[in-house]
């Protein structure tokens, strides 16, 4: 088997988690491996039959990032304190792919990700990013559903 030694770990800075978290540390404790922490700023995507304004976002990329580096700093000072060898990265785009990208850039081993569990019509309209990541990771993903 593999050695795990980066452990990445989506986050969605707006929505409680801890599960996810939980898991996280426990698996970099057992591996002696660093966390990465990301969030991503989604990017409108136009969809055929309806105005979705996006010229906004283009010119408020570098406001977006560093409100979110701002928002990412105080998660991982409240979420991970005491935590030795943790990161948080902010990135703009679409989620899965900036997810998948920064995985494969920084050689995490290990993607540890909540899904809501969307069905339906629901699922159509918001997709499931942790589908997409495990479809298309370079690495094991380890998901959760930490909002029962």
């Keep these: 088997m593999a050695a795990i030694t980066n452990i990445l770990v989506p986050v969605d800075l707006r929505v409680e988690a801890s599960l996810v978290l939980e898991y996280a ?3 970099a404790d057992q591996f002696g491996a660093k966390l990465h922490l990301i969030t991503v700023v989604p990017m ?3 969809i055929e039959g309806a105005e979705v304004d996006i010229s906004w976002y283009g010119g408020h990329e570098e406001e977006l990032l560093a409100e979110g580096r701002k928002a990412m700093d105080e998660f991982v000072a409240q979420k991970m304190a005491g935590v030795e060898n943790v990161t948080g990265t902010v990135a703009i785009g679409d989620v899965a792919d900036e997810i998948l990208d920064y995985a494969k850039n920084n050689g995490c081993d290990l993607v540890v990700i909540g899904t809501h ?3 339906g019509v629901a699922r159509i309209f918001f997709g499931s990013v942790a589908e997409s990541v495990v479809r298309r990771a370079h690495c094991p ?3 959760l559903h930490p909002f029962e």
């Design 44 to 46: 409108p995507v136009a």
């Design 141 to 143: 993903v380890f998901t």
């Design 25 to 27: 540390r426990l698996l």
């Design 117 to 119: 569990g969307r069905k």
